[in-house]
Structures are given as structure tokens and as C-alpha cells.
């Protein structure tokens, strides 16, 4: 009977061949109904738990962290699959070796390898993440990562139903801020790092929503939309890589309407632009003869003003902390081009800044908030060259992984949302984002089927 093809991609090129070389002991596992369930439970609540930020903990912990390590003994327990090297594995080792010439030229040792620490505890959420997508635990892991966003999806609206009929306000849940042409917006975070954040880790569930709603699993497609409308809430530049993520996870179920189609890809495109420009900076007044505009609004990401004249028209305009924030990443880059200003040292970057008069003292401390120039600032050249290497291959992996299963599809849609918002995000610093890429490498070494209904086993039912 012949061997069945990986999951992810039918072409044996992605892999590195490595039977050339000894082989080592193998080690063979009875598995333990109890201990699958065990795992399956942990697995879950890792995943559930993987987006949230309170309470805060030192060192940037959070409560997914204290479920991590029994997770990660469970897997093991289970079994460590055999696997030929892939380039995703490959593409990491050279990520984290792209990292060390900054930790050489820090100014603070302990600061750098402590972050240091932090990229080898996500590849660890990498490893364990592939070795129980290998175990069976596929749907599981959707599931996982669908609850993530919805549990706090649920939570952010049940909260702004509370503030719309005069509960109390609770800052962890999400406040009212002024914006721009919005005036005062309540603006959910739900129990995240910050509404951005809280954009960031729907984004990274949407797409499973979808996938499981498709599944003919339609309790999900209630999750799915509040999903949305969650999102919508959080008034976050990180929604145009959320509309990224929900149009490729929809793409196959809406086939059979091809204007609807073309109607979502043409809001997804103002959505990025539109989403983006406000990220860069915001328009305060537009005077031309006796007419005018004028937003009155205080955006505390505001951080200078500036003017243009386009004919006879006046545009004043504010510049945005994000917009910023990406110059001071730039000038440092040009500063310090081959191995940065070291390893998670951008504060010394965004202090100067400040003391120059650039940045307000609320953004003296802040960090890049942009993965690939924040990359170019903390490790030069070579780590920027290191991560977009991996993002590479982690792009083709996600196109193979999308041709032939929905929890596939879904995974790589969820990356590619993220890879748009990576543009006003640390994206690598985030546990679902490397859970994801886990996922996707994970079935790559899975045996395949079509993007028939996947059981816990990634198989299609028999």
C-alpha cells in the first residue's frame, strides 16, 4: 500500500532529507487514554487562556505560561514523533542565531539575554504545538485557538452592554477614548495588553471560528460573529489584518458568490489603507477659500503637527505616535546597520527621542511596535535578514498548509492576517502566533486528506 503524502504540501523539496544520517534509538509509547486526556484538557486551556494579559505578571507572564509547562510534559509523555528536518526548523535555529550579534553589542547584558530567553521559551510553543498536532490533537488545537477569541469576544460585548446601561468602568476590560473624526469611542482591550493586542489575538481566531463554522459545527458561526463584532469594537489599526484573516478563511465558502467576493476583497482593501493611514497620522483641518474642516478631538497618540498645502487647500495634521515611533526605528537602524543597538534595547532609542524633543514622555519608554523595523533596531541587518528569511518560509508553508484542510486554511489565514499587522505590531512576540506556525508544521508531517471534515486525528472520518 503506498505511502500517504504529508498534509501540508506534496512536494518532498520542503523537507531536508536527513536518512543519510545515523539513526537514532526509537522509542516506542503505548498511549494512555488518560494521559490523552489529560493533554487534550491542558492543550485547550493553554490555547483558551494564550491571548490574555491579567493579571499583569512579571517579566511579561501571564496565566497561559503556569499551564505551558504541564502541557509541554504531557506531549512529551505521549511521545517526541520522528520528523525529517523542515525548513520552518531550520529557518528558526537561524531566526535565534540572527539574534546573538545583538546580544554581543547590548549595553545591557541581562536585559538581552533575558529576551533571548523569551524567543526560546516561543519556539518551545512551536515545538510542542507541532509534536501535538503530530499526536492527533488537530481540532483540538482549533478549537483552542477559536476560544481564545471568543471567550474574550463574549466578555468585551457583555461588558459594553454594561457600560450602555451605566455599569462601572473597569480599565482592563476596555475605556472611552477621544479619536479622531470619532470623538469619544469606547474601545474594548478585554483583558489584553491593549486594544491593538486584543485585535491581534482575534485575528489569530477568527479563522478557526470560520474553519469549525464550515465544519458543520454551526454553534461556531455564533462565535464567529461575535468574533466580528468584538473587533469592531476595539477601533485598532490591527482590524485590516483582522479583514485579511476573515476574507481568506472565507474565501471557499463563499465561492458560489462571486460579487460577493469582490465586493469583500474591495472593503478589505480600504479597510488596510484606510486603517493604516490612520496609524501614519491623523487630519486635523482642511481649509480651502471660505470652507473648512475641522476635528476637535484630543488623540492622546498624537505626538507632533504638521501642515501641507495642496493647491490652494491647507491641511494641518497630526503625526501618530506609530508613524513616530517607525522613524526612530529607521534612524537607529542607519545608526547601528549590522547587529543594532542591541537586543530589546529600543528604549534607549525612544529615551533620546524624547529628550530631542520627538516623542512625549508617555512614548519615552515604548517599544518598536513594528516587527520588521523594531528587528532592524535591536539586531541590525542580520537579525532583520534572519526573520524575513523565516517569514518565507513560513509564507510557503502556510500556502501548502491551505490546500487541504480547512484547519489548514485557517491557519494560514490567521498568518497572513497577522503578517499585515505586522506593520504596527510585534507580532513575534506573540505565544498564538508561534502556536500557529507549531500548527502548520505540525500537519505538514500529517496524513492527508481533502478539506473534507477533519476529525481529532486530522484524518476525514471513515
Known amino acids: 500500500m503506498p505511502s500517504a503524502a504529508p498534509l501540508c504540501g506534496r512536494k518532498r523539496l520542503q523537507t531536508f532529507d536527513l536518512s543519510a544520517l545515523p539513526k537514532a534509538?526509537?522509542?516506542?509509547?503505548?498511549?494512555?487514554?488518560?494521559?490523552?486526556?489529560?493533554?487534550?484538557?491542558?492543550?485547550?486551556?493553554?490555547?483558551?487562556?494564550?491571548?490574555?494579559?491579567?493579571?499583569?505578571?512579571?517579566?511579561?507572564?501571564?496565566?497561559?505560561?503556569?499551564?505551558?509547562?504541564?502541557?509541554?510534559?504531557?506531549?512529551?509523555?505521549?511521545?517526541?514523533?520522528?520528523?525529517?528536518?523542515?525548513?520552518?526548523?531550520?529557518?528558526?535555529v537561524i531566526y535565534l542565531f540572527g539574534a546573538l550579534p545583538a546580544i554581543a553589542v547590548s549595553t545591557d547584558l541581562q536585559v538581552s539575554a533575558i529576551e533571548f530567553l523569551r524567543e526560546l521559551y516561543l519556539v518551545a510553543i512551536y515545538i510542542v504545538i507541532a509534536f501535538a498536532t503530530r499526536h492527533g490533537f488537530v481540532k483540538t488545537i482549533g478549537r483552542g485557538l477559536a476560544l481564545s477569541g471568543t471567550i474574550l469576544a463574549i466578555a468585551g460585548l457583555l461588558f459594553v452592554i454594561l457600560q450602555l446601561i451605566g455599569g462601572p468602568p473597569w480599565y482592563p476590560m476596555g475605556e472611552v477614548m477621544q479619536l479622531p473624526y470619532l470623538g469619544d469611542t469606547l474601545r474594548l482591550r478585554a483583558l489584553t495588553a491593549s486594544e491593538a493586542m486584543f485585535a491581534c489575538v482575534l485575528t489569530a481566531s477568527a479563522p478557526f471560528a470560520i474553519a469549525l463554522c464550515s465544519d458543520r459545527m454551526r454553534q461556531w458561526c455564533a462565535a464567529a460573529i461575535a468574533i466580528v463584532v468584538a473587533a469592531m469594537f476595539t477601533v485598532s489599526h490591527a482590524i485590516a489584518g483582522f479583514s485579511i484573516g476573515v476574507l481568506l478563511s472565507a474565501w471557499r465558502p463563499f465561492a458560489a458568490w462571486p460579487q460577493l467576493r469582490r465586493l469583500a476583497i474591495a472593503a478589505v482593501v480600504i479597510i488596510v489603507i484606510g486603517f493604516n493611514f490612520a496609524a501614519t497620522i491623523s487630519v486635523r483641518s482642511i481649509s480651502r477659500g471660505g470652507s473648512s474642516y475641522?476635528?476637535?478631538?484630543?488623540?492622546?497618540?498624537?505626538?507632533?503637527?504638521?501642515?501641507?498645502?495642496?493647491?490652494?487647500?491647507?491641511?494641518?495634521?497630526?503625526?501618530?505616535?506609530?508613524?513616530?515611533?517607525?522613524?526612530?526605528?529607521?534612524?537607529?537602524?542607519?545608526?547601528?546597520?549590522?547587529?543594532?543597538?542591541?537586543?530589546?534595547?529600543?528604549?534607549?532609542?525612544?529615551?533620546?527621542?524624547?529628550?530631542?524633543?520627538?516623542?512625549?514622555?508617555?512614548?519615552?519608554?515604548?517599544?518598536?511596535?513594528?516587527?520588521?523595523?523594531?528587528?532592524?533596531?535591536?539586531?541590525?541587518?542580520?537579525?532583520?535578514?534572519?526573520?524575513?528569511?523565516?517569514?518565507?518560509?513560513?509564507?510557503?508553508?502556510?500556502?501548502?498548509?491551505?490546500?487541504?484542510?480547512?484547519?489548514?486554511?485557517?491557519?494560514?489565514?490567521?498568518?497572513?492576517?497577522?503578517?499585515?499587522?505586522?506593520?504596527?505590531?510585534?507580532?513575534?512576540?506573540?505565544?498564538?502566533?508561534?502556536?500557529?506556525?507549531?500548527?502548520?508544521?505540525?500537519?505538514?508531517?500529517?496524513?492527508?486528506?481533502?478539506?473534507?471534515?477533519?476529525?481529532?486525528?486530522?484524518?476525514?472520518?471513515r
Open 294 to 461: 475641522t476635528d476637535a478631538s484630543n488623540y492622546f497618540h498624537s505626538v507632533d503637527k504638521g501642515t501641507m498645502h495642496v493647491g490652494s487647500t491647507t491641511i494641518d495634521y497630526d503625526v501618530m505616535s506609530y508613524a513616530r515611533i517607525k522613524q526612530v526605528a529607521w534612524r537607529t537602524f542607519l545608526e547601528h546597520p549590522i547587529a543594532g543597538i542591541g537586543l530589546d534595547r529600543f528604549h534607549i532609542a525612544t529615551m533620546r527621542a524624547y529628550h530631542e524633543g520627538q516623542l512625549p514622555q508617555l512614548y519615552s519608554e515604548i517599544d518598536p511596535h513594528s516587527t520588521l523595523l523594531g528587528r532592524l533596531a535591536e539586531s541590525g541587518a542580520i537579525g532583520a535578514a534572519t526573520l524575513l528569511f523565516l517569514w518565507i518560509v513560513w509564507i510557503g508553508m502556510a500556502r501548502d498548509c491551505a490546500r487541504d484542510s480547512l484547519i489548514g486554511v485557517a491557519a494560514a489565514a490567521a498568518f497572513a492576517g497577522l503578517l499585515v499587522n505586522s506593520l504596527n505590531a510585534d507580532i513575534m512576540n506573540f505565544r498564538f502566533l508561534w502556536a500557529i506556525a507549531g500548527l502548520m508544521r505540525g500537519l505538514y508531517d500529517t496524513a492527508p486528506n481533502s478539506s473534507t471534515p477533519l476529525n481529532d486525528h486530522g484524518h476525514a472520518p
Open 25 to 92: 534509538p526509537v522509542r516506542v509509547f503505548l498511549r494512555s487514554p488518560m494521559l490523552d486526556r489529560i493533554a487534550r484538557a491542558l492543550l485547550l486551556l493553554f490555547l483558551a487562556t494564550i491571548g490574555v494579559n491579567w493579571p499583569q505578571l512579571p517579566l511579561n507572564a501571564s496565566i497561559a505560561d503556569f499551564v505551558f509547562v504541564p502541557l509541554a510534559i504531557a506531549i512529551v509523555a505521549i511521545g517526541i514523533p520522528r520528523s525529517s528536518w523542515h525548513r520552518s526548523d531550520l529557518a528558526i
